[in-house]
T-cell receptor, first 113, second 116 residues
Framework: GESVGLHLPTLSVQEGDNSIINCAYS??????FIWYKQESGKGPQFIID?????DKRQGQRVTVLLNKTVKHLSLQIAATQPGDSAVYFC????????????FGQGTILTVHP | GAGVSQSPSNKVTEKGKDVELRCDPI?????LYWYRQSLGQGLEFLIY????????KSGLPSDRFSAERTGGSVSTLTIQRTQQEDSAVYLC??????????????FGEGSWLTVV
């Protein structure tokens, strides 16, 4: 079936480094993608989103890149901080039912001081 | 409040008992969603309410699960005859469905359910 998956389950970086978290999706009909950050014991926190008519979108310290040709999504975090340590999920949806997000399994980001 | 509010935040129940989980969406948000997250796993879609339309129940795992949304606002997720495999975090989310950020979905902190 259709799925969204992550290439790397864990990522460990030093404080100040840039982090890149990758995600592959298989549903070519997906047209809206979201990255969420989830800290231990908390609900997913919206980070940034991107629509399929774009290939790049920037936020504060974060950039999402979308490559529709290879169905690949990435989240770049600049100058990673210990507070960025969390599980990061990509999610995709499309069509008329935007609430039916399909989530990847998540990538654990650990930032060492 | 400003965010999605869920209650209870934690619930321990005995196998076979019924539980009700409540969600207060962000004021003015048209759409409301329930997801389930098992330990160390991604989020699993359960049900989706959009305005006055019939809800999308395609993600409910069994007929022991049901949800309603009264007055287009508060929602209750009910699990009857709970089983140990129902233990998970139940997350509610909402989105405005209007405006430039209409599709952005905001989550609550979840209701942590443990069935013993």
């Amino acid at each position: 079936g259709e799925s969204v998956g992550l290439h790397l389950p864990t990522l460990s970086v030093q404080e100040g480094d840039n982090s890149i978290i990758n995600c592959a999706y298989s549903n070519s009909a997906s047209d809206y993608f979201i990255w969420y950050k989830q800290e231990s014991g908390k609900g997913p926190q919206f980070i940034i989103d991107i629509r399929s008519n774009m290939d790049k979108r920037q936020g504060q310290r974060v950039t999402v890149l979308l490559n529709k040709t290879v169905k690949h999504l990435s989240l770049q975090i600049a100058a990673t901080q210990p507070g960025d340590s969390a599980v990061y999920f990509c999610a995709e949806t499309g069509g008329t039912s935007y609430g039916k997000l399909t989530f990847g399994q998540g990538t654990i980001l650990t930032v060492h001081p | 409040g400003a965010g999605v509010s869920q209650s209870p935040s934690n619930k321990v129940t005995e196998k076979g008992k019924d539980v009700e989980l409540r969600c207060d969406p962000i004021s003015g948000h048209t759409a409301l969603y329930w997801y389930r997250q098992s330990l160390g796993q991604g989020l699993e879609f359960l049900i989706y309410f959009q305005g006055n339309s019939a809800p999308d129940k395609s993600g409910l795992p069994s007929d022991r699960f049901s949800a309603e949304r009264t007055g287009g606002s508060v929602s209750t997720l009910t699990i009857q005859r709970t089983q140990q495999e129902d233990s998970a975090v139940y997350l509610c989310a909402s989105s405005p469905l209007q405006g430039p950020s209409g599709n952005t979905i905001y989550f609550g902190e979840g209701s942590w359910l443990t069935v013993v």
